[in-house]
């Protein structure tokens, strides 16, 4: 059984830092693209950073330059460093596993919300 734990959100002030983490369990974590997606009140859900197999990152531009994705494929751990947040961050994060090949393989973990709040 697939599991995506997602930990570290909170509340946190405007231009502060939080840290995500997604602990992955029942997949071969290294061969998945790994994202963090992203919910606002009252709006779609979004994607926010995703990064593959080999490392390579990519940003939507609202978080570019403040938000960095990084993984380790040994501990099967995804994080999200959130620096310089802003209002407009708030929602719930989500940790998202994708495989895509003859058959594809996509997974969502629970969630953890994010306020930030003066």
């Known amino acids: 059984q697939v599991m995506l734990v997602e930990s570290g959100g909170g509340l946190v002030q405007p231009g502060g830092s939080l840290r995500l983490s997604c602990a992955a369990s029942?997949?071969?974590?290294?061969?998945?693209?790994m994202g963090w997606y992203r919910q606002a009140p009252g709006k779609e859900r979004e994607l926010a950073a995703t990064?593959?197999?080999?490392?390579?990152?990519n940003y939507t531009d609202s978080v570019k330059g403040r938000f960095a994705i990084s993984r380790d494929n040994a501990k099967n751990m995804v994080h999200l460093q959130m620096n310089s947040v802003k209002l407009e961050d708030t929602g719930v994060y989500y940790c998202?596993?994708?495989?895509?090949?003859?058959?594809?393989?996509?997974?969502w973990g629970q969630g953890t919300q994010v306020t930030v709040s003066s």
């Open positions: 029942g997949l071969t974590f290294s061969i998945y693209n």
């Open positions: 998202n596993a994708l495989y895509t090949g003859s058959v594809s393989y996509n997974y």
């Open positions: 990064i593959t197999p080999d490392g390579t990152t």
